[in-house]
Structures are given as structure tokens and as C-alpha cells.
């Protein structure tokens, strides 16, 4: 089902992997070439070289545009509930969601949690983005369960795309083979207008196509602490 292999921490990576010692700044900019992180939007760049080692989080508010599901992927998003619920549930365009960013002090991970208001009980999803493994960044749901993301820019967009799913087991990883995953999953940061951004969610599984679709248009609550520039 797949090889099981010693996980990595973060503090096993070399230290000059960020090139920056100091864990809350640099490390997304380390995943791209230069140029193409140039020509990411200078709010988009921003964004992703803010401090957070100090505890001040960023939170950033929004609403759904777009949120689809087929029937497969409902029956994943709600299986997936027993171990945290890492998927959106609902498909109510128009709902309000709120994503607040940290930063863990002990080992550095960025804390992302997210919450979407549906009409019975809102939806709240943790994960935890660590730097380290294969590609430099994996996202970690619960349960041990993760997978290594590969990064890149497209037309001015920061995306993000599943390389490979795994479950931990202590200090042993098992990599899950294509299909006892969800699918490729592809996750967009698309800089609109008037401070305005798109998050966008897509998983498409290689037998039953497309499982799910959310398109969410954030602002940032808390601008005024952002960096004033970014190289």
C-alpha cells in the first residue's frame, strides 16, 4: 500500500533551507525561483513574508462565491469527518468565512484554521503547513495525515498542488498510492482588485473526475500590520 519511510521534522532540515535562521519570515519566498517570485503581485508577496513568530496572527474575511461538490465528493468530505473534518461540507454560496493564520512557537508550523458559516452549525477546518519534507512545505490535517504540496506561480497567481499523500505513524511514514488518495488537489492565492483576494480549492480524482470546487473572495481584516515592502 505503499513505503513506509523515516518522517522528517523541521528541525532536522538544514538551517540554511530558508535562508534565514529566523524561522517566521523568508520560507515561502525559498520555494520559487526568484523571478518567479517577482512576479507574484506585491500584496501577494506581502502576504506570505508577514511575521508571525511575535503571536500576532493574520486573519483575513470573506465570502463563498463558489462551492460545488459531486456526489462522490460529498460522501469523501463528510467521510472525512472522523478524522477532523479537512474538506468543506457545505455548498452555500454567499456564506461568510474567516481564516486566521498563527505561528506555532515550539516547532515554527503556521496554523491555518478556517471557519464557514452554514445556515445549522458553522464548519471549522484545522491544518498546519510545515516547512520541511521533499518539496520544502507539506500540510498536515490530523490523524497524521498529510501531504507534500509543490508550489509555483501561474499567471501571477501563487499555487499550490498535492505531490503525494501520506499517513504518519510516529516516526515512520507511509506514502498512500494514487488510488487511496482523494485526487490532485489544487489550491490558488489569486490578488484581485481594491485589497481583495481569491482563494481558490479543486480536487480532482483521476477516476471520478471532479470532486469538489470552492472559490472564496477574502480582504484582510488587520492591513495595517503588514510589512511596508517586501524585496
Same mark, same amino acid.
Given at each position: 500500500m505503499g513505503t513506509a519511510i523515516a518522517a522528517r521534522s523541521v528541525e532536522a532540515l538544514p538551517s540554511d533551507r530558508f535562508g534565514d535562521a529566523d524561522p517566521g519570515?523568508?520560507?515561502?519566498?525559498?520555494?520559487?525561483?526568484?523571478?518567479?517570485?517577482? #512576479?507574484?503581485?506585491?500584496?501577494?508577496?506581502?502576504?506570505? !513574508?508577514? @511575521?508571525?513568530?511575535?503571536?500576532?496572527?493574520?486573519?483575513?474575511?470573506?465570502?463563498?462565491?463558489?462551492?460545488?461538490?459531486s456526489r462522490a465528493g460529498w460522501l469523501l468530505a463528510h467521510a472525512l469527518r472522523l478524522m477532523g473534518g479537512p474538506l468543506p461540507t457545505g455548498c452555500e454560496a454567499g456564506a461568510s468565512a474567516v481564516v486566521s493564520v498563527t505561528e506555532d512557537k515550539g516547532s515554527g508550523d503556521q496554523i491555518w484554521t478556517r471557519l464557514y458559516a452554514r445556515r445549522r452549525f458553522p464548519q471549522v477546518i484545522h491544518s498546519a503547513k510545515r516547512f520541511c519534507g521533499p518539496t520544502g512545505i507539506e500540510e498536515h490535517v490530523g490523524c497524521?495525515?498529510?501531504?507534500?504540496?509543490?508550489? #509555483?506561480?501561474?499567471?501571477?497567481?501563487?499555487?499550490?498542488? !498535492?505531490? @503525494?499523500?501520506?499517513?504518519?505513524f510516529g516516526r515512520w511514514r507511509m506514502h498512500l498510492p494514487a488510488w487511496a488518495t482523494p485526487g490532485a488537489l489544487t489550491v490558488q492565492h489569486i490578488e484581485e482588485t481594491s485589497g481583495r483576494f481569491t482563494f481558490s480549492l479543486e480536487i480532482v480524482h483521476p477516476r471520478l473526475g471532479a470532486l469538489l470546487r470552492q472559490r472564496v473572495s477574502f480582504r484582510e481584516a488587520n492591513p495595517g500590520v503588514l510589512p511596508n515592502a517586501v524585496p
Open positions: 519570515e523568508g520560507r515561502f519566498r525559498t520555494l520559487l525561483p526568484d523571478a518567479d517570485w517577482a #512576479a507574484l503581485p506585491a500584496a501577494v508577496r506581502r502576504r506570505f !513574508s508577514r @511575521r508571525l513568530a511575535g503571536g500576532e496572527p493574520a486573519v483575513y474575511v470573506g465570502t463563498v462565491v463558489e462551492a460545488w461538490t497524521g495525515v498529510g501531504m507534500t504540496l509543490s508550489v #509555483a506561480v501561474e499567471e501571477r497567481a501563487l499555487v499550490f498542488r !498535492s505531490h @503525494r499523500y501520506f499517513i504518519d
